[in-house]
């Protein structure tokens, strides 16, 4: 390096010789990564629309099938995910800070209520395989009919509304189980030092990813499970 | 993006508005609001969302204008994806 014909000014990860300066480095990083959070919202896009077309079309299904969902589990999860992202943003905070230690406290925070989240997703999902509500052979929506006769149940789009609950629960655990990897990643270069007032740009970017999963997750949470709570007649 | 160091105090703030609105709207489920159900549990998610976005995602700090346009650009598509295949669907009947 010190031998190079050409004098390379040096810098640290913060400014690569590539960009005017270190703003302009930052900047591009958190636009790439808006680009990529605009696709992700075509991709869980699609998902939603599904959701609307089917909802629109088996409203009564998709009621009795919000009903049978467990609202404490999933409240509790909403805010589980709520804490979460805020322990995202103090976290970055302690990186523009350069208190390495506190943002090592936050990001490992961060992976717990991660893994809490996944943990009671777990839960949920092994309710529905005891009830028979995994689409598939072994499905059955005869417990939906006998809980709300007031209701007219088909189980066939009954199966709809749960294929629907595990494809978009699913993909948001997917990128969850991302979320953490990728907080894993963070902690430990986090613990090694990497991360300073100067440069915590994948701190951030990785901040948004995170804050991104929560909003899917504040959108999934009434649409899944708050359809059809009020009193039957 | 945005240097900008924000009060632990706001952040706090809003956590807590945040799990508010979460209780409310599971509350708010059970009262009979008839179609209003579905349009108060939305505006709500929105109301989140949109702290999340302005404040946990510093959007409201950023001077950086080509960051907004992405986001207005990709929730237009969403929009675009909704409404337009809801427009079909939702008219289907008439024909």
Known sequence: ?233 | MSEHVMSSKLYYTIWIVLLCLTVITAAVSFVDLGRFNTVVALVIATIKALLVVLFFMHVKYTSERLTKIVIVAAIFWLFLLLALSMADYGSRHLS
Request: net charge negative; hydrophobic share 45%; with cysteine.
């Open chain 1, 1 to 233: 390096m010190s031998d190079s014909p050409v004098a390379v000014e040096q810098h640290g990860p913060e400014h690569l010789h590539h960009f005017v300066d270190a703003e302009q480095q930052r900047d591009a990083a958190a636009l790439g990564m808006w680009l990529f959070l605009a696709t992700e919202i075509m991709f869980f896009g699609g998902m939603f629309l599904a959701y609307l077309v089917y909802r629109y079309w088996y409203y009564n299904e998709f009621a009795a099938g919000s009903r049978s969902l467990d609202i404490y589990l999933g409240t509790i999860n909403t805010a589980v995910l709520i804490c979460s992202s805020l322990t995202v943003a103090l976290g970055v905070r302690a990186a523009q800070m350069g208190n390495r230690k506190l943002l090592v406290i936050l990001l490992l925070l961060t992976i717990v209520f991660g893994f809490a989240f996944l943990g009671i997703k777990g839960v949920e999902w092994y309710q529905k395989y005891e009830e028979h509500h995994i689409p598939g052979r072994s499905f059955s929506a005869d417990d939906l009919i006998r809980d709300y006769p007031q209701i007219h149940i088909d189980p066939r789009p009954e199966q709809i509304y749960f294929s629907l609950y595990f494809a978009m629960t699913g993909l948001h655990a997917v990128h969850m189980i991302i979320g953490v990897g990728i907080f894993v990643f963070l902690t430990y270069y986090a613990w090694k030092g990497r991360y300073t007032s100067k440069y915590y740009t994948p701190i951030e970017i990785g901040g948004l990813y995170w804050h991104f999963v929560d909003i899917v997750w504040i959108y999934l949470f009434p649409l899944l499970y708050l359809i059809d709570r009020k009193p039957l007649r």
